[in-house]
């Protein structure tokens, strides 16, 4: 799973049917405390708004974790982060 | 599987419901040859009671992930499965 900050929210009303009732929203994914490319997640929390530090799922677990048919999303918003404990820092080399 | 590094820990209490219970641990692959990161860190779900600091096997497949943690509810995707005592690259 990876992190990310929920930076906006995004409506498509013509869309595939199964993507109905499934919030979207865009997440810019932080990778070792630099901020990544901005991506489409569905946000199965359903409580993510923006400034939120989440982390997400990927690929086919996205789909599997809304357990009820074909939901066909491939990164989904799972939890939200209190505390994000970087013991050893990123330049910690060896 | 991958050879990573637990780096630190993530405490999240508002979540998917059926990761209750389990242990968020910061991982970071690194390449065994060179013992170099390789960016950018990850969370892994705990299934060995693997520590900070620790070189451990990551599984990256989710239907791996539910026998190791021998829960089908709980869809996760990276799972620590074991701690390296020590390895050998020839």
Known sequence: MYTGIVTGTLVATVKDENLAGVPLLLVQKIEDGKPG????????TGQAGCGDHVYMIGSKEAARIYRRGNIPVDVAIVGFIDSYNEVIPVDGGE | MRLAK??????????????????????????????????????????????????????????????????????????????VDHYDLR
């Open chain 2, 6 to 83: 637990v780096v630190g820990n993530v405490v999240s209490t508002i979540k998917d419901d059926g990761y209750a219970g389990y242990k968020l641990m910061l991982i970071e692959y690194f390449d065994p040859a060179t013992k170099k990161p390789l960016p950018p860190r990850q969370i892994a779900f705990d299934c060995a009671d693997a520590g900070v600091g620790d070189i451990v096997i990551v599984n990256t497949d989710g239907g791996a992930g539910n026998m190791l943690l021998d829960d089908n509810y709980a869809i996760v995707d990276l799972t620590i499965c074991g701690v």
């Open chain 1, 37 to 44: 490319d901005i991506i489409v997640a569905a946000d199965h």
